[in-house]
């Protein structure tokens, strides 16, 4: 995700410039336009055609494009932010969790504070992998042996993270370590990690119907293929810089929603899951750690940068 000062015109300008959205448009931009030119050369100086499209049809099937890019921007917009609001929730549930876990946790338990601490923080980083291509085992953190072992054969990496940690929760109240009362607020947090979870899975596996994605391209092409029937007569070759800058707004628009719609990616605008993930590593390890009578340099050890 691209970080930026939204006062800073100038500077976020040739940050603009520097994105891949906009090096993908500027080809698209330079092909309609090599085609406008073209036609221009065709009709001014070859046929001397003296047909036109009326302006104002132009004019119409622009005020009915905008309206569906508009409705194509906010959809994909909606998606975006809902994946922010649950790995907002996802970071508030972890930190929630490990406070509990600190405070029911006896005195000096440093075994099972290290157990969930580790693992809280590789449901985050195995989830923000889960959501693009597939979890990397070699960036989960402080894996056993046996568990290099078993974690490759695991189809879905979080739900098995979470199982374990409900069953470490389950043993420690069936050894009287956690209250019938303590059972009752864990589960619930426990439980919240399955539904981001889930959330955002039913964000990266339901995309914008394909009918729908493609007619607006459709659209777009047609509009501006057919625009310098309406305009080169009048304009000449001027046709041609006025084409490119319809095609140029229209087709960035719709690039921009197609960017975002899926928000778990690497692309420039989409979420920063990784950073978050960090954050939520850091946050775990130093509430279970840094509260009981463990040297910060032991702390360190557990707190792994991406």
């Given amino acids: ?36 030119g073209f036609f221009c ?15 104002g049809f132009f004019s119409l099937l622009g005020i009915v494009l905008s309206i569906l890019l508009v409705f194509r921007t906010n959809t994909a917009y909606d998606r975006w932010w809902e994946g922010r609001k649950q790995w907002g929730t996802l970071v508030n549930t972890c930190r929630t969790l490990a406070v509990m876990l600190q405070a ?9 504070r290290s157990y969930f601490a580790k693992h809280i923080a590789n449901f985050c980083i195995s989830l923000k992998e ?63 990690l399955l539904d981001v979870m889930g959330a955002c899975e039913r964000i990266k596996k339901t995309p914008i119907p394909f009918s729908y994605n493609v007619y607006i391209k459709v659209f777009i092409i047609a509009y501006c293929f057919t625009l310098p029937f309406g305009l080169v007569l009048e304009f000449g070759y001027y046709t041609i810089p ?21 928000p778990f990616g690497l692309d420039c605008n989409d979420l920063p899951t990784g950073t978050i993930a960090e954050t939520i ?14 040297k910060k340099e032991e702390e360190e050890m557990y707190v792994k940068v991406f």
């Fill in 1 to 36: 995700m691209v970080r930026y000062n939204s006062k800073e015109w100038l500077k976020n300008l040739v940050n603009f410039y520097k994105s891949y959205t906009l090096q993908v448009l500027l080809r698209y931009v330079l092909y309609i336009g090599l085609f406008t």
């Fill in 104 to 112: 029911m946790l006896p005195e000096g338990d440093m075994e099972n």
């Fill in 130 to 192: 889960h959501l693009r291509k597939g979890t990397k085992i070699e960036e989960m953190i402080r894996l056993t042996e046996e568990e290099k072992k078993v974690y490759p054969h695991q189809g879905h990496m979080p739900n098995f993270i979470s199982l374990q940690i409900f069953q470490r929760i389950q043993r420690l109240y069936g050894a009287g370590v956690f209250s019938e009362a303590d059972m009752i607020n864990l589960k619930p947090q426990v439980q919240a």
């Fill in 242 to 262: 006025m084409v490119m800058f319809v095609f140029f707004a229209m087709a960035g628009v719709e690039l921009i929603g197609e960017e975002i719609e899926d």
């Fill in 41 to 55: 050369w065709l009709i001014i100086d070859v046929m001397a055609w003296e047909v036109r499209l009326h302006s």
């Fill in 281 to 294: 590593n850091q946050n775990v390890h130093q509430i279970l750690y840094l509260y009981s009578n463990v």
